[in-house]
């Protein structure tokens, strides 16, 4: 099975690659990257006014399955990822049950096995049940195939815990991802903390509870050799202390989400509980940081934190209604609109942030186009614009920040593995 990319511009930061040319797709990988490449294939791709990029790798994403198949299940959870350009999602560990044992990653990897049509990793939980308790069998979950750990939702509040799990993690090589919040400090707040939170009459959620838990992740990481990231970063000073920490040479990556950067706290001034997520989005100061954190290079990856959920637990009053907002169709179009057409990235940098980097974050074999890699594409036009419509989403749940935003850049064929996997077949 051959497809043939024709006329491209081919973006491909692993081998500096970035200029128009053909790439001929055989079985599952990438054979030939070049100028004009004669051969015959089942499948042509005109791709002339189009950029192909690496599949994007998202690290962040709730696919809800097992246990809030009511939310998302695998299935439409990749069918939406595939619709964003996402050819791998790293599933994150708030599942009912969750992954922190041989039984439960297994469970999870049957489920993948038959509904998934991307790639899915399984990030691990680091404590039993996440709660902060018992740190799980790390050896035993890689060997399972558990490529990351992360309590996400949720930080593991205990110091002496949280270092024994980095020990741990810095032994088996295993990426440790921190949902980074201290509790004390967040309870019960659902806005953020300031003006925002005194004219809305809600409770705040300070800077403070992500930056002081983000500093000490970095710390007690630093004190093992551990390999840290720091998920959903949203603040100016989170922003501060990573790149203070990069500079000293530490090993620390971090990610934020598109509303991070597209979003301020003035869009949740109506109530509407499609801009509410944790942590919450900051002031104006903050999105500018993140803005700059993307360009200098401080943030390294974009994830969508992909957080489905249903109208029932949305549509109701703003301070109990869940957090989070669904990502994965948007993300790339969101990027686009916001950091390239002002020029906050280049294409290059574009395709560092959603492909490469989390590849290498996470070390998988991912993120490039080279040759005899695994053909995993994204092609798109750049300049097409679309408007995001509620009934248009594939994920099961609606809950978009973006609904009735025009975006620029349009996703217009997804190959995993080789295969053409959208548009659609079926
Ligand atoms: O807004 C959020 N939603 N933040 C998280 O950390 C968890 C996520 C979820 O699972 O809904
Ligand atoms: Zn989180």
Do not use: Q
């Given at each position: 099975m051959k497809i043939l990319i024709k006329n491209g511009r081919v973006i491909d930061p692993a081998n500096k690659v970035d200029e128009a040319l053909d790439i001929l797709v055989e079985d599952s990988k990438i054979a030939q990257v070049a100028k004009d490449i004669k051969a015959e294939a089942e499948t042509v791709i005109d791709a002339s006014a189009m950029i192909v990029m690496p599949g994007f790798v998202d690290?962040?994403?709730?696919?809800?399955e097992p246990g809030r198949e009511d939310k998302e299940t695998v299935a439409t959870g990749t069918r939406a990822a595939l619709a964003g350009g996402v050819t791998s999602v790293l599933a994150m560990p708030n599942t009912q049950p969750c992954p922190d044992s041989t039984e439960s990653v297994e469970l999870i990897k049957n489920i993948v096995a038959n509904c998934a049509t991307c790639n899915v990793f399984v990030c691990g939980a680091i404590t039993k049940g996440r709660k902060g308790e018992e740190i799980i069998d790390i050896a035993k979950l890689k060997k399972e195939g558990v490529i990351a750990i992360s309590d996400d939702g949720v930080s593991v509040d205990s110091d002496e815990l949280m270092l024994d799990a980095f020990k741990r993690a810095a032994k088996e090589k295993v990426v440790v991802i921190c949902h980074s919040e201290d509790r004390k400090l967040?309870?019960?707040?659902?806005?953020?903390?300031g003006f925002t939170s005194t004219r809305m009459g809600l409770r705040g959620v300070s800077k403070e509870s992500e930056f002081a838990r983000v500093k000490r992740d970095i710390e007690l990481a630093q004190k093992t050799k551990a390999v840290v990231h720091i998920a959903h970063v949203s603040c100016k000073e989170s922003v501060g202390i990573i790149a203070a920490a990069k500079k000293e040479g530490l090993k620390v990556t971090c990610e934020t989400a598109p509303h991070y950067f597209a979003l301020d706290?003035?869009?949740v001034l109506g109530y509407d509980t499609n801009f509410k997520m944790n942590p919450p989005l900051r002031g104006k100061d903050d999105v500018k940081a993140v803005k700059e954190g993307l360009a200098d290079g401080t943030i390294d990856a974009i994830a969508s934190d992909h957080a489905p959920h249903t109208e029932n637990e949305k549509e109701i009053e703003f301070e109990r209604s869940e957090f989070g907002v669904i990502g994965l169709e948007t993300e790339l179009s969101a990027a686009i609109t916001e950091l390239i057409e002002s020029g906050i990235l280049k294409w290059k940098d574009l395709a560092e942030k959603f492909a490469l980097n989390p590849a290498r974050i996470l070390r998988i074999d991912r993120g490039t186009l080279g040759?005899?890699?695994?053909?995993?594409i994204v092609i798109f036009s750049p300049k097409k614009e679309w408007v995001v419509q509620k009934e248009k989403i594939?994920?099961?749940?609606?809950?978009?920040?973006?609904?009735?935003k025009k975006l620029k850049g349009v996703v217009e064929y997804t190959i995993c593995f080789g295969k053409i996997v959208y548009p659609f077949s079926k």
């Open positions: 690290m962040h994403v709730h696919l809800r967040s309870a019960g707040g659902v806005v953020n903390l706290e003035s869009a040759i005899g890699a695994i053909a995993d594939l994920s099961k749940s609606k809950n978009s920040p973006f609904l009735g």
